[in-house]
Every structure is written in C-alpha cells, then in structure tokens.
C-alpha cells in the first residue's frame, strides 16, 4: 500500500467580511481535495506570517467543509497575520492562506462641553410668602433633557 504524502490543496478567496475592534470574522471557499479533513486557524501579531499549522496562536481547528470563522477577544488596533491551513485524512498540511487584517481603533467618545441655551421670557405669575408659580420658554436647544430651577 502507498503513503499519501500529497498535501491537499488550500481554501482560496479568504477574506475578511466582519472587523470590530476585538473581533475579525473571515470566510472562504473551501478546499477541493477530495480528501481534505479539516481546516486550522492559525495568528500571530509580530508581523510574521504562520509557516505552518502550529506557528503562532492555534484560534481552532474545524471540519473542512466548514467556511468561516469569527475570531474573538483580540486586541483594538492590533494587525493580526491569519493563516488557514487544510489537513486531509492522511495527516498531511496544506502550504495556508494568509490574510493580513487590522482590527479597528476604538471608537473615542467625544465629551459634549457645550451648554444648552437658556430658557427665555422667565416671569413670576403669582407671588405670595411660601409659593412662587414660574412661567418660561423652553430652550431651543436639542439636546436640552431638563430643567433645574434653583
């Protein structure tokens, strides 16, 4: 009986569809080797490529069919070199794909120090000694969600 030491062919047209800033979500068309097992993903974030299966940080292994993959927790800003690697049933590894993808910067959040307008046309309608009635204009401004008198 002859060895197989054939690897199978890579996945093609690995892209990436979802990036947040602590996820990447990829997909690709899967394999055509008849014999091809399962799939691995494999990153690493120094700027080097994975040269095979186990060099870098292993994010899974799933059967081969399967065509996507949402890596998780990453790190905001972060260039995250994939790699995707197909094992057939005789334990062979295909050379991978890479796709190089930067996870997006966090979104700053932009403190409103702009007051809004002041009411206008404050007037007393009736005065006596423990009560006051207020009459005004309310502010134009959009953002204005309420009123203190003090």
Request: glycine content about 4%; aromatic content about 6%; cysteine-free.
């Amino acid at each position: 009986m002859q060895t197989d030491t054939i690897a199978p062919e890579d996945v093609t047209n690995l892209d990436s569809t979802t990036i947040t800033t602590n996820l990447i979500a990829l997909t690709w068309t899967s394999s055509t080797s008849a014999d091809a097992d399962s799939v691995r993903v494999v990153y690493r974030t120094d700027g080097t490529v994975p040269s095979d299966p186990t060099d870098g940080i292993i994010f899974l292994t799933q059967l081969a069919t399967s065509n996507t993959v949402t890596i998780t927790s990453l790190t905001p800003s972060i260039t995250y070199n994939i790699s995707v690697f197909v094992k057939d049933t005789a334990g062979n590894w295909s050379d991978g794909v890479n796709i190089a993808v930067t996870t997006d910067d966090p979104v700053t959040v932009q403190t409103d120090t702009i007051p809004p307008e002041d009411v206008t046309s404050l007037t007393s309608t009736t005065v006596t000694h423990n009560y006051i009635s207020l009459t005004w204009t309310a502010s134009t401004s959009a953002d204005a969600d309420g009123i203190r008198v003090l």
